[in-house]
């Protein structure tokens, strides 16, 4: 393997739905261990069924604020579906989240472009949605007020009936959005397989190929999640992803015949082996 998310300026994980300060700890001691500039907190989580978790809302403020109180250097990454909860947001994170089910909500993206133009924002491509219609999104938060350079088109996959979880990422469609535009590119494979055991893999491609970065799901006990539980993974195993690649970062040159690099390379063929 001879990827390095060091290179990579928007890598992202956390939970799909903030839960609890106990959640949230460990998790950021992680992002913080492995220098992962962006910590995943969702307030508010769109879900398709009204009674399933809706996210704490405004209460879960506190808890970012642990959570700077202990790990100053990290940044927040929130989801809003409205001008309201974007009000709520905006002072507490640097980068404002579009969900797939929102990225035509155009009113909502007059509305971010007008009251959020100093931090990041992401686009997530809806997963049914075309190319042209995902920059076309996007153009309407340039036009409303955000730098086209703090925009970030996210990848989450199609719904396709023949994928094995009836989802496909479609790294054709991401890199074609990165040559045709001046916006950052990254990958979620956390959505985009919907399917804890293929998320690494996938993210191993998404790192070696030529994205702004990735956003990965996790959870201190992904079984126990309150959304999701099916594609979080749990934090020993993103650890040994996150070491792997802080290792490869030290290591002079990326000399792929380095005893270091072996050890790296032989992990991820036990790695690989035990998901084949």
């Not at 035509?104 to 959020?116: A, M, R």
């Not at 340039?142 to 009836?166: F, H």
């Amino acid at each position: 393997m001879s990827f390095d998310l060091n290179t990579k300026e928007f890598v992202i994980i956390g939970p799909c739905s903030l839960e609890s300060w106990e959640q949230m700890a460990p998790i950021a001691q992680l992002a913080d261990k492995y220098q992962v500039p962006y910590l995943r907190t969702p307030l508010f989580k769109p879900r398709t069924h009204p009674d399933s978790f809706q996210g704490l809302g405004a209460e879960g403020l506190n808890i970012l604020k642990q959570i700077r109180t202990n790990y100053p250097d990290l940044k927040f990454v929130a989801e809003v579906g409205s001008l309201e909860q974007l009000l709520i947001v905006r002072e507490s994170v640097e980068m404002i989240q579009i969900g797939a089910r929102n990225m035509q909500n155009f009113e909502l993206l007059k509305s971010i472009g007008q009251n959020y133009q100093n931090q990041f924002v992401m686009l997530k491509r809806g997963w049914g949605n075309n190319l042209k219609e995902w920059l076309a999104s996007a153009q309407y938060l340039v036009n409303y007020g955000v730098d086209a350079k703090k925009i970030i088109l996210c990848e989450r996959g199609t719904r396709n009936a023949c994928a094995p979880a009836q989802v496909t990422l479609d790294f054709a469609l991401a890199l074609k959005a990165k040559q045709m535009s001046h916006f950052h590119v990254i990958i979620d494979p956390s959505h985009g397989t919907s399917d804890r055991s293929m998320v690494l893999p996938m993210a191993e491609v998404a790192t070696a190929l030529n994205f702004d970065g990735l956003m990965i799901e996790c959870h201190p006990y992904p079984n126990e999640s309150y959304s999701d539980a099916h594609q979080a993974l749990g934090l020993e195993e993103l650890e040994i992803f996150l070491g792997q690649n802080l290792m490869l970062r030290q290591t002079a040159a990326y000399d792929e015949t380095a005893p270091q690099l072996k050890i790296i390379n032989k992990n991820f063929d036990d790695f690989d082996n035990r998901h084949a």
